[in-house]
């Protein structure tokens, strides 16, 4: 079973296009996260979530919005995609004295 | 908010030859300093982690110090071997798996071993 799963793996898509990424954790964890590694491999929080209480990173647009249905579940939304926004995005769960544990990416490519 | 340098940014060594890789950071108040390894195409995997009341951690081939007047610690692998090359990330946060906050990383190692 996979601790940390997100779908999908690969997503291509033109500028200006609305996009979702979906993530579910199954460790139990009370905090999930965002991140994004861009072309240089620097890995950057975007978001974190615990309780219905959202930290947003100040750098990113407000076109990213993350949705929580569940504990177990955080999604992130893209709006007007643009060039700029092709990464990977991981998402991470972490609680109390556990380390964060990683999804396994989605790569995004803008067009 | 904290800021972790990491240095350097590519490390090509011998196999059988030890590594290091070091990191500093600013916030005084951070306490928990682990090092992801990332392989290519995979997402990034915890190898080893520090708290700020022990100065040393070893597991087998890898061990990490921390120096918290200095605000610096150090990945140490000894012994390389094909499989440990990777991106190797330090990163800092005020709580273990880094809380709100998340964690904050450094900007990666290349190690590449050379057989």
């Known amino acids: 079973d996979t601790a940390v799963s997100q779908t999908p793996k690969y997503l291509v898509t033109q500028m200006g296009n609305d996009k979702s990424i979906k993530c579910e954790q199954n460790?139990?964890?009370?905090?999930m996260y965002w991140y994004k590694q861009d072309s240089k491999k620097f890995l950057k929080i975007m978001f974190s979530?615990?309780?219905?209480?959202?930290?947003i990173n100040e750098t990113v647009p407000n076109r990213f919005s993350p949705k929580s249905p569940d504990k177990a579940h955080l999604n992130l939304h893209i709006n007007s995609l643009e060039l700029g926004d092709s990464a990977v995005y991981f998402c991470?769960?972490?609680?109390?004295?556990?380390?964060?544990?990683f999804g396994n990416g989605t790569r995004l490519t803008v067009t | 908010g904290e800021n972790v340098e990491q240095h350097p940014s590519t490390l090509s060594v011998q196999e059988g030859d030890s590594a290091v890789i070091k990191c500093t950071y600013s916030?005084?108040?951070?306490?928990?300093f682990p090092w992801y390894k990332q392989e290519l195409g995979k997402r990034p995997q915890l190898i080893i982690d520090?708290?700020?009341?022990?100065g040393e951690k070893k597991d087998q081939r890898i061990a990490v110090t921390l120096n918290k007047t200095a605000k610096h610690f150090s990945l140490h692998i000894t012994e390389t071997q094909p499989e440990d090359s990777a991106v190797y990330f330090c990163?800092?946060?005020?709580?273990?798996?880094?809380?709100?906050?998340?964690?904050?990383f450094g900007k990666g190692t290349h190690l590449i071993i050379q057989p």
């Open positions: 520090i708290r700020s009341n022990v």
């Open positions: 979530y615990n309780n219905k209480e959202l930290i």
């Open positions: 916030d005084s108040a951070s306490n928990y």
């Open positions: 990163a800092a946060s005020r709580v273990v798996g880094g809380g709100a906050d998340g964690l904050t």
């Open positions: 460790l139990g964890h009370d905090t």
């Open positions: 991470a769960s972490s609680q109390g004295r556990s380390p964060l544990h």
